[in-house]
């Protein structure tokens, strides 16, 4: 069958992003949904991930990130960067090769930041590298 079909994914929400500053150097990075610190109802309701969601580079995965989730076991708790372009679907079924663009450099608005998906970093206000700074306005 060779019929149009379309399919709507979600939006691009920058809003977090305080300027443009840093838009410019995105890097490709692969996500791994498996991992067990994604949580489908909180990190895609809609089945599409948010752009603004912090992520956290897995150790020993070869470049893999999962999203940031501060736990009483992580020794190291600061965020690498987060999803530039949110909407992406989310594949059925889900694995551990999602290609997604990066942002490891910028201003972030702390109060436009997907809530469902990064509560701990919201309520600690930082927790961010040397290239990511956080400001609180509307």
């Known amino acids: 069958?060779?019929?149009?079909t379309t399919e709507a994914w979600g939006q691009r929400d920058h809003r977090w992003l305080r300027s443009g500053h840093g838009t410019d150097?995105?890097?490709a990075v692969m996500l791994d949904l498996t991992h067990a610190?994604?949580?489908p109802a909180t990190h895609w309701?809609?089945?599409t991930l948010m752009a603004g969601t912090p992520l956290k580079r897995i150790a020993g995965s070869e470049g893999r990130y999962r999203v940031y989730k501060t736990t009483a076991t992580e020794s190291d708790t600061v965020v690498d960067c987060f999803l530039y372009d949110g909407g992406q679907?989310?594949?059925s079924p889900v694995n551990d090769d999602v290609?997604?663009?990066a942002i490891f450099h910028c201003v972030i608005r702390l109060n436009y930041l997907p809530l469902q998906a990064s509560p701990n970093l919201v309520a600690a206000q930082a927790n961010l590298p040397s290239g990511i700074r956080a400001t609180a306005d509307f």
């Open 25 to 27: 150097s995105i890097q």
């Open 1 to 4: 069958e060779l019929t149009r």
């Open 45 to 47: 309701p809609n089945g």
């Open 89 to 91: 679907k989310v594949p």
């Open 99 to 101: 290609a997604v663009a």
């Open 37 to 39: 610190s994604w949580v």
